[in-house]
């Protein structure tokens, strides 16, 4: 039996269904999604696109760095996902949207030198200053970012 899951904003007017094992579930230490999550990190869940459908509602989206797009809901500011250009048929889901988050474990940690020193982890995950994902380097980096500290 395939793998489903489900995931609605807060207020219940986005909702979407995820179909299939999720390729890759990580922590994330980035500022600009600390930033645009309001969290001191979050786990983002991979999918492929083909992989997901949106049930209800109609997502907003918002682009601060070249080639990524943040979704999330214009009514309650739900985040939703991102997709980066630089990261081909790979779509991101925040662990918050879905209804039943404590079914992801994450495997890894990005964006390490990032970490709050607040947060503290006891695990054994590989932690990695970057990016967890090979990104397509001929697209380059987002830059012109605002740093956090």
Request: a neutral charge; proline letters at 6%; one cysteine or more.
């Amino acid at each position: 039996m395939q793998r489903v899951e489900t995931g609605a904003c807060f207020c219940g007017a986005i909702a979407a269904q995820m179909s299939g094992e999720p390729f890759w579930v990580c922590y994330d230490h980035d500022d600009d999604c600390r930033r645009a999550i309001g969290s001191p990190l979050t786990i983002w869940v991979g999918y492929r696109p083909n992989q997901c459908r949106l049930l209800k509602g109609t997502l907003s989206s918002y682009s601060k760095t070249q080639g990524v797009v943040r979704t999330f809901c214009a009514t309650c500011g739900t985040s939703v996902g991102y997709s980066d250009e630089g990261l081909a048929d790979e779509l991101y889901l925040t662990i918050g949207f879905f209804d039943h988050p404590e079914r992801f474990a994450p495997a890894a940690h990005a964006y390490w030198d990032m970490k709050l020193p607040f947060v503290q982890f006891a695990d054994d995950l590989p932690k990695i200053d970057r990016y967890s994902r090979q990104r397509d380097p001929s697209l380059g980096f987002p830059d012109g970012r605002v740093k956090t500290r």
